[in-house]
């Protein structure tokens, strides 16, 4: 695990085979790239950059570190150096925040060997380690990887092969195994997604209505998309006779170049508008975010302004402040652009 995705350079997110013998040759699927290009690509194409999350039970596979903690492993992977490393970087931590290992180091090619290898440091328990690994083989099809790893931590010197699998878009399967023998430590890593950490406290899954003086009905329905990684937004206009008018869509997801949860909205007169959360707050079951949003009607009138969407329990309120539109010099008047919309099954 730690060293799961840890050590073995930037090769956690890759793939897993069939487990070497102690013998070092490898699996007929498994190749060695040819340069480190090859490598590189392989590694962005498959989306194996960004930052990973695994959680479990440690087991009795490194020195460094006791088995049957409860952890989490937060690990990164990023291109550096002009294009010519790979650096990773992880902390695995107790639930109450506690240290159990950190460390860093870089992938790169071994021009004297003509392989992918590299070089890891870091502390498990508050004591040093350091390690090496050299890239077995991958196989693209199977999205399967394999390294040889080398660490010495608390005077000792021990060989492992690491495997790691594409199992999806979002996870890895890993296993760690000392080739001297004994179980592996068998992990799953997920590709960690910000939103979560506001859907879960702001859920407006599920369908929203309103009431509109004509006897329509405006109707908002959000739905988790993309393994969670955006929730999209549809409304429509259920009129009296039962006809229906698609008016507007919507999309919110974490910009990840930006470091912010954002949206997009888009209505049937033509306009759109991209917004940023700028806060988000709870108090038992409210919850409030605050969006600054920018754009244009379908005119080409830019717009801008402050929308607050408070999540009541099976009420969600929309309100809007500091409007300004750029054919006109005075604020727009919102005094009365505020809705509120009721929690509903789905039709």
Known sequence: MKKLALRFTLVTLLMCGAILSGEEKPAPNLVPPAS??????????????????????????????????????????????????????????????TIISVGSGNTYWDKESGTVRTLYAGYDMGKPFTGHNTLIGYDKLSGAV???????????????LIDVTRTNRNTRASSVRKIAGGDPWNSTLTRVNPLVALTSRFNLVGTWQRDLPDGSRHVMAYTLALDGRALFRQDRQIKPDGSVEQIAAGAMWWNAARGKVCTHFLNSYGSSFMGEMVSFTSDGDTATQVLRARGSTGAGVGVSGTVTRVLKGDTLEFHYVDVTRQDQTSPVDTSESSTTFTRVKDD
């Open 146 to 160: 394999r390294w040889k790893y080398t660490e010495t931590s608390h005077g000792k010197t021990t060989d492992y």
């Open 36 to 97: 480190w290009e090859e490598w590189r690509d392989y590694r962005q194409r498959g989306g194996d950059l960004g930052s990973w999350v695994a959680k479990g039970k440690t087991e009795a596979i490194w020195e460094g570190i006791p088995a049957g903690l409860e952890y989490q492993e937060t690990t990164t992977w990023e291109i550096i150096n002009g294009g010519d490393r790979i650096r990773r970087s992880h902390q695995m931590v107790t639930e109450d925040g």
